[in-house]
């Protein structure tokens, strides 16, 4: 077993438990002739576990309680919004006509899903101000990939293909310089000023100097991964369009501003969206996402595909056909199919039950919620732009005068209290930063019982350093090598199976 693992099992493995002769199944009798399969096909010496059903839903219901989860309570995960996720979505997702419509099914046959599809699309559209939606990527940072292909395309068909450098802030979440390497394109950072923006005397001097026709665009977030929005963000745009380049808007944080502001309008020409972020949909664990693209005119024909249109228009008592078609200079797909289209099902639910004034309301509570955080926080803790945040806010996970703790040490503690960490040491350029992002489904006496909880860490910091240093003490396991465990992922806890080689 691996070695992050802890040394004693946290309960039995479930081949440990059970008797020869139990049995979680009952089956009916055989109907058919038996047979026997070629001795080559069989084997005797697999170690299976032999249990009784309710052994086995023991088995398997402790070990999900071992797992935090959204459901159980605070989890202000900054950047990855871990908000509650509606479960009427998940009754969407279910419906048996949706759920076990096959993709390779004749569009005559699939109208209902791409009907949704088309009004995701709209919606998607109409919430950013964007002419044009396409559902495909499969995740933002598949989005992120499309939007840049789609940029570098354009250059490339206007005789401009030496256009190769995508300017990046340097607090921009690690997808978006991967994103522009993945594309071929070469990555500027720019710095940040004191207060948190895009210093814009480093994007003057790039967009005006010698590398101007070099310029293919910037890729920025907004509100920035620091939960600011950038106040010169006109500006910014501005400059870059003036310099030949194009403006991507990394909309992972997109409950901060829908409803409130369209990133087509302030002048943006292509944005990602996180569906599973801001439209809801459990995402922990790397389960599926969607990274949805939308972009204006310009970027209209470059669209990955397909995307759905109206293909025959309604004519008396017959409705529209819609179908799938594969944009005009498409970049082409970004993956198998139509994108995840559980994920279009969840989204679409979630914005038909809000609707637009719903909308609008997830956005005020998401900002009102953090900057109630960050204001009561700022006691404690020094929060390194302390001005209106976004849905989100770092502060120092460092206590005066108590530096042998740290930001990690704080978040393990934060476990004992019965809460999950928020995100630690993101943005880079924030010292022991903890990113904090509250969500706007939390109710006020939860925000209350989680400062409450950070201001007694604070305390012991002072008091008794090693209760935070030996963190967490009520977790069913210690402090894990999280390298190690991210990079040799041991997702099976058979002892030693033999192979099938
Ligand atoms: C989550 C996130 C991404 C990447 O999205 P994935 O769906 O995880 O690929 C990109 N940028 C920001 C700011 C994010 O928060």
Redesign the pocket.
């Given at each position: 077993m691996a070695g992050y693992l802890p040394e004693q099992a946290l309960q039995p493995l479930i081949y440990d438990i059970g008797a020869p002769g139990r049995s979680g199944v009952n089956l009916p009798e055989c109907d058919v002739p038996r047979a026997t399969l070629p001795a080559e096909l069989t084997r005797d010496d697999l170690p299976l576990p032999e249990v009784g059903e309710v052994q086995v839903v023991r088995h398997f219901v402790k070990l999900s309680q071992l797992n935090y989860s959204i459901d159980q309570g605070l989890y202000p995960l900054g950047?990855?919004?871990m908000k509650y996720n509606p479960k009427i979505n998940e009754d969407a997702a279910r419906l048996p006509g949706f759920a076990q419509l096959h993709p390779l099914t004749d569009e005559s046959g699939a109208q209902g899903a791409l009907f949704l599809m088309h009004e995701l699309q709209g919606w998607l559209g109409e919430i950013s101000g964007f002419e044009a939606v396409s559902l495909s990527p499969a995740?933002?940072?598949?989005?992120?990939f499309a939007g840049i292909l789609m940029i570098r395309q354009y250059h490339i068909d206007r005789g401009e293909g030496q256009r190769d450098i995508i300017l990046v802030p340097n607090s921009?979440?690690g997808?978006?310089p991967a994103t522009v390497t993945m594309a071929g394109m070469e990555v500027r950072e720019l710095p940040a000023d004191a207060q948190g923006n895009v210093d814009m005397r480093a994007l003057h001097a790039a967009c005006e100097g010698d590398l101007r026709d070099r310029i293919a665009g910037m890729m920025i977030?907004v509100p920035s991964?620091l939960g600011l929005f950038e106040s010169t963000i006109l500006e910014v745009i501005e400059t870059v369009h003036d310099a030949g380049g194009l403006m991507y808007m990394?909309g992972?944080?997109m409950n901060a501003l829908m409803g409130v502001v369209k990133p087509g309008e302030l002048g943006f020409d292509v944005m990602h969206y996180?569906l599973?972020?801001t439209f809801s949909t459990p995402?922990g664990g790397g389960g599926p996402?969607s990274?949805a693209v939308g972009v204006n005119e310009k970027l209209k024909p470059y669209l990955p595909g397909p995307i759905v249109e109206v293909v025959a228009e309604e004519d008396g008592d017959t409705p529209p056909l819609y179908g799938f078609v594969m944009p005009e200079k498409s970049i082409g797909r970004m993956k198998a199919f139509h994108g995840n289209f559980g994920m279009h099902l969840r989204a679409y639910a979630y914005i038909r039950v809000y609707g637009d004034s719903g909308i609008r309301d997830v956005t005020r509570y998401a900002v009102l919620n953090a900057n109630y955080l960050r204001a009561r926080l700022m006691r404690s803790y020094r929060v390194p732009y302390p001005r209106y945040c976004g849905h989100e806010f770092v502060l120092e996970g460092h206590i005066e005068g108590v530096d042998e703790v740290h930001a990690l040490d704080i978040s393990k503690r934060l476990m004992d209290y019965g809460f999950h960490p928020p995100t630690n040491y993101f943005p880079l350029i924030v010292p022991e930063a903890l990113l904090i992002e509250p969500t706007e489904t939390e109710v006020k006496e939860d925000l209350d019982a989680f400062v409450e909880a950070m201001e007694r860490i604070a305390e012991e910091a002072r008091t008794e350093p090693e209760t935070l240093l030996n963190a967490p003490h009520t977790a069913p396991v210690r402090r894990l090598d999280e390298v190690r465990a991210a990079k040799e992922l041991v997702l099976c806890c058979a002892p030693a199976l033999p192979s099938y080689s």
């Open positions: 950047s990855c919004t995740a933002g940072a598949q989005g992120e921009a979440h997808t978006n977030t991964t990394d992972a944080n996180n599973h972020k995402h996402g990274g």
